[in-house]
């Protein structure tokens, strides 16, 4: 969660084979130097500049690439929206809370600290969209995501497993059963749901009825041991998954993080972009987060807040150079004349 810049961070799968294969057919001799060769190799720096790639295919590497959940869900939102402008329904009215004088209205999620019932339900809807908005083509389905595969569970599985797409709020109570058992935090969630679109975009697949399960536990999986300095151990989690075994977890883990390529950095501006749009993802689908009216214990609380933060950074304003005093704040010595009798 720190820099943007990491030997972590690495281009596309295809724009990396690109590279490769100008690479390759470039082969000096050992006895040559590399002036004589002709053969100049741009720097590492030089071959991934992250402003020249494509933006819009690693949206979990960069800032400024939109999220794919966002998008996928626009299509819904603004159907939604036609509907009910051509059936004069008019939307649900939502009893909003607003600020006055005498009483504020604040929820208690920030980017450093998100709820994390509200944020499970939000990155629960993204996946939900992802399913259901996926390429209808098909694209490759990994057997290690399969769950007719690799069940969770010793029931059999239905013969059209795959053919239908699961409800939100089913997806809600599998990522909350994982959460609560786990006792993870709503930090996690946002990174769970970065490195579940970086498998998408980098292995290129969809995620769909048969294998989302499998692709949010080892998101979660992977995302737990990253963020969470006591991260939860493979064996625990087959303390909450009675039927699976620790060595289908440990594969697991080990196939998604050779498809994430061990990127498994999140920079801070990624991590508050997912953030943001999960917000706005609530706001399109009448999922706000929960307003209270500001207490004094929090007012209190905010105002240290504010103050620690005033103390940091009053030591980086001091080398500033001192402007110019005004003509209007000028003092001068006033003589007052003197009365001679």
Known sequence: MGNTASCCVSSSPKLRRNAHSRLESCRPDADLSREDTGCNLQHISDRENIDDLNMEFNPSDHPRASTIFL????????????????????????ARKYSSCSTIFLDDSTVSQPNLKYTIKCVALAIYYHIKNRDPDGRMLLDIFDE?????????????????????????????????????TAECAIVTLVYLERL????????CPANWKRIVLGAILL?????????????????????????????LERQFLELLQFNINVPSSVYAKYYFDLR??????????????????????????????????????????????????????????????
């Open 71 to 94: 998008s996928k869900s626009q299509t819904d939102v603004r159907e939604k929206r036609k509907s009910l402008f051509i059936n004069h329904h008019p939307p649900g009215q939502i």
């Open 148 to 184: 007719n595969l690799h069940p969770l569970s010793k029931s059999e599985v239905p013969p059209d497993y795959d053919k239908h797409n699961p409800e939100q709020k089913q997806i809600y109570r599998f990522v909350r059963t994982l959460f609560s058992a786990a006792q993870l």
């Open 200 to 207: 998408l975009t980098y292995a290129e697949i969809d995620i």
């Open 223 to 251: 995302a737990s041991k990253v963020w969470d300095d006591q991260a939860v151990w493979n064996v625990d989690y087959c303390q909450i998954l009675k039927d699976i075994t620790v060595e289908d977890m440990n594969e």
């Open 280 to 341: 706005s993802l609530a706001e399109a689908n009448n999922l706000s987060f929960p307003l209270e009216p500001l207490s004094r214990e929090r007012a209190h609380k905010l105002e240290a807040i504010s103050r620690l933060c005033e103390d940091k950074y009053k030591d980086l304003r001091r080398p500033a150079r001192k402007r110019s005093a005004s003509a209007d704040n000028l003092t001068l010595p006033r003589w007052s004349p003197a009365i001679l009798s």
